[in-house]
């Protein structure tokens, strides 16, 4: 399951969840729209080990300015308060498979 991340629970979120994957996206972004079922499909394998979150940069520019986004679709992992890698653009399911597997340990 994806959350929306916004200003209010961000911190909240972050604190209280060992590893949380964010995507920032606008929803008139291409590339955004088509990575969205990949995105959910994989927070679904990963349910109550990680969060998965998404952020709207058009509604909270801050957060997206703040994890220094530049380009859309992005992904930030962010492990034990600490943001410890970031991906722009898509992926496919298995290398983000992979990727979080990784975080994880």
Known sequence: MVIDITKQNINDIIKNNTLVI?????????????FKPTFEKVSNLFDGRVLFGSV???EYRDIAIKYNVSAIPMLVAIKNSVNCWSHTGT?????????IELLLK
């Open 22 to 34: 964010i995507d920032f996206y606008a929803v008139w972004c291409g590339p955004c729209n088509s």
């Open 56 to 58: 709207n940069i058009d």
């Open 91 to 99: 992926m496919t399911e298995g290398p983000l498979k992979e990727k």
